[in-house]
């Protein structure tokens, strides 16, 4: 009998997630609160696609995603795609110095010394991910579309990453592909609660309530994935399923602007020195936040003066910075917007786990974030869900594309706990 399942959330992880499970055979129903794919974290995500993390697993996690744009319509098995991967290369820049704590933001240091450049680059190496480590003079050689005045400047040089644009249609190239695998899609649509009973000394998920212009109606389903990015939190309560680990909606703003002058030899960038980054389309140039300060507003406030005042302030700040780094880049029509990520208060790890309802899944704390493996996570998720749904207990995931093998565990509520 074919099994049925329930994604809450049509963003880039919900949608991913409701493919790989068709194509192994589930019928897969995606309900969402928007009009629309892609309309809630994904819209604002900066789409850039990059391997440098503190952790191996995230960089392993990282490096198939890249490796999977890279080969877009080749993954979807369509005939033509809207969405486009622009291999620019990926900048990181840092100070070298005794080093310090991660940052909660990026998964990355700030300040590095010698040693954690080193284990830097051996970990990024050794997933199979192709980095050169640069210093000042190597950088301005290199680079000359940017400016490096400080003598401690570093980077970590990714010459295969780059950024998918625009972000929205990569995800309704997804939904494309989901449809004719037999997915379907209810658009808005909101879930009210969920139903499970008790078998032996475990709940199992039933069904779930979902209300729309017909009125309320009842889901059946084996499976429930949770991919509802901001409104996660809720979800799990909806699910009577709170989790140990605390996952919060977070404000960001985002500057977009025309670019006045695109050249090729720009680079997408993380400037940690400086507190920002870029995506570098001509388009949608955006300049974003890469400060862990920036990263710990967890709001759902989008008006009112302060916030008005704030976003004044945080144009203001990463515009000076982009004029000190890059002097050269010219940008227009510049507006500053607020943006609502799912996140983790903890860090800025993905969580991608079963829970203590059997059957109720979850992906979730870092939409937003991980944009550049959100395919991926869904390959993880429909594998997990897959085996764990025959009885496999072979927690090993060999990615397709890099053939790294990740472990269902990596990114899992108990490790983060540990």
């Not at 744009?69 to 840092?94: C, E, I, P």
């Amino acid at each position: 009998m074919t099994k049925k399942a329930l994604i809450i959330g049509a963003g880039i992880i919900g949608t991913s997630t409701a493919l790989e499970l068709a194509r192994r055979g589930w019928l897969v129903t995606v309900i969402e609160q928007h009009s629309g794919a892609a309309q809630g974290s994904t819209a604002r995500t900066s789409s850039v696609i990059r391997c440098h993390y503190t952790r191996s697993e995230a960089i392993v996690l990282a490096h198939e995603g890249a490796t999977l744009w890279d080969n877009w319509q080749a993954y979807l098995g369509l005939s033509s795609t809207r969405a486009a991967y622009h291999k620019t290369g990926v900048l990181f820049l840092m100070r070298q110095g005794e080093g310090g704590p991660p940052s909660e933001s990026l998964g990355v240091k700030a300040e590095m010394d010698q040693h954690d450049l080193d284990n830097r680059m051996n970990m990024m190496q050794q997933a199979g991910v192709e980095a050169a480590f640069m210093n000042q003079k190597t950088l301005a050689d290199f680079l000359p579309c940017f400016d490096f005045p400080e003598d401690d400047v570093v980077g970590i040089w990714e010459p295969n990453s780059g950024f998918v644009f625009p972000p929205v249609d990569s995800v309704l190239d997804l939904q494309q592909a989901a449809e004719l695998a037999g997915v379907q899609f209810k658009f808005d649509t909101k879930v009210v609660n969920g139903a499970s009973a008790w078998k032996g000394e475990r709940r199992w998920i039933q069904s779930v309530t979902v209300h729309n212009d017909d009125g309320a109606q009842e889901l059946q389903a084996d499976v429930v994935v949770n991919c509802a990015g901001p409104a996660s939190h809720h979800i799990n309560l909806a699910m009577h399923c709170p989790l140990g680990i605390a996952t919060a909606p977070q404000r960001q703003f985002i500057c977009e602007a025309t670019w006045v002058n695109p050249t090729s030899d720009v680079p997408a960038m993380a400037d940690l020195a400086e507190g920002f980054y870029i995506r570098p389309h001509e388009e949608v140039f955006k300049v974003g936040a890469a400060l862990a300060a920036d990263h710990v507003n967890f709001s759902t406030d989008e008006a009112g003066l302060i916030t008005e005042r704030e976003k004044e302030k945080f144009e203001k700040r990463v515009l000076a910075s982009l004029r000190k780094r890059a002097p050269d880049i010219e940008i227009a029509d510049v507006q500053t917007k607020v943006a609502f990520y799912d996140w983790s208060v903890s860090d800025s790890y993905p969580i991608l786990d079963g829970t203590d309802v059997g059957g109720y899944y979850v992906a979730i704390g870092s939409s937003g974030a991980w944009f550049k493996s959100g395919p991926v996570i869904g390959q993880v998720m429909a594998e997990m869900i897959h085996r764990e749904g025959h009885g496999d207990t072979n927690r090993d995931f060999v990615l397709p594309f890099t053939k790294n093998t990740l472990n269902f565990g990596d990114f899992s509520v108990r490790k983060r706990l540990a």
